[in-house]
């Protein structure tokens, strides 16, 4: 239909080269790390410094955040030593972006010559043995969307970024997770820092019991309504992934259990471990090996 035809030529090759290429003639950074900050984590982007930053209304083919806690703005700018991008607000497909939409700014990441993407999400937990304010390692995720046929590779490929048929049994990079567990036990937070696997779905409401019964059932440690869709892509496009979500909100699996969650809440336990969760990554980022540019990592700049 002339509606899919429309959403694949928006978010074909050329529209994310534009979009690269508008950034990489506003600054003069070459950052290798991209870090896209969840529900109320943005002040992990306000560390950065050397800041260069640039509203998502100001660049080419960009959404734009409707959502509180979610700023708008990339910056640009050193941590630990290292060249990073912070996305300072994401977007949902609960916005009524679909999802080529939503994982747009992932493959302009790859084009800016970006190999790491450390994605963070406000998230629900589902386990019983969490509480509220741990932070948990995405060990693997549940793409619930994906499942029914809501991917954000569907349509034709992109062979530029990526195969037809990408693998993500290890979608979650096994060195950058073992590396943040010895990080957390250096820092003294491993009381509070778990290893899980996220499950993804549409929103905006909250779950309901049935629904939460139903993904605990399946085998989701927290449940949150992004990420999985932006790893999809990342992993496509090649990049290392490392996701943390951090634990806002206990999700009731009893109807006799009255449990009252709104999006003002999961932003005050944000405010409440941003500290910590931004202590946590930044270390992490410190340890990152991040080898020498390679001449190929810009030659789509070259028309190749």
């Not at 600054?27 to 943005?42: F, M």
């Not at 386990?127 to 954000?152: F, K, R």
């Not at 990420?227 to 992993?235: D, Q």
């Amino acid at each position: 239909c002339q509606n899919y035809k429309c959403s694949c030529s928006l978010s074909s090759f050329g529209h994310c080269k534009e979009t690269a290429d508008w950034l990489l003639a506003r600054t003069t950074q070459r950052p290798r790390i991209a870090i896209i900050c969840g529900s109320g984590l943005g002040p992990l982007a306000d560390s950065l410094e050397n800041q260069e930053s640039f509203k998502y209304t100001e660049i080419p083919h960009f959404p734009r955040s409707t959502v509180a806690g979610h700023d708008g703005h990339l910056i640009f700018g050193g941590l630990k030593g290292k060249q990073c991008v912070c996305m300072k607000g994401r977007f949902h497909m609960y916005e009524g972006y679909p999802l080529w939409k939503v994982t747009f700014p992932i493959r302009v990441f790859k084009l800016l010559g970006i190999e790491t993407l450390l994605v963070t999400n406000a998230a629900g937990a589902l386990a019983d043995s969490y509480n509220v304010g741990d932070l948990m390692i995405i060990q693997d995720h549940i793409n619930l969307l994906g499942l029914t046929g809501e991917n954000p590779l569907r349509g034709p490929n992109e062979e530029w970024f990526g195969p037809r048929f990408p693998a993500l049994s290890d979608a979650y990079d096994r060195k950058i997770r073992t590396l943040a567990m010895e990080t957390a036990r250096h820092l003294g937070y491993t009381s509070f820092v778990r290893e899980g696997v996220y499950c993804m779905v549409g929103g905006p409401n909250f779950e309901s019991v049935a629904e939460a019964r139903l993904l605990h059932l399946l085998g989701a440690d927290a449940v949150g309504m992004s990420t999985a869709a932006e790893v999809v892509v990342a992993r496509h496009c090649g990049l290392r992934v490392f996701g943390l979500s951090l634990i806002t909100n206990k999700v009731t699996k009893d109807y006799n259990v009255k449990v009252s969650v709104d999006h003002h809440g999961v932003l005050e336990v944000s405010k409440m471990r941003t500290s910590m969760l931004q202590t946590l990554l930044t270390e992490i980022v410190g340890s990152l090996d991040c080898g020498e540019r390679k001449e190929t990592e810009t030659c789509y700049q070259n028309g190749v």
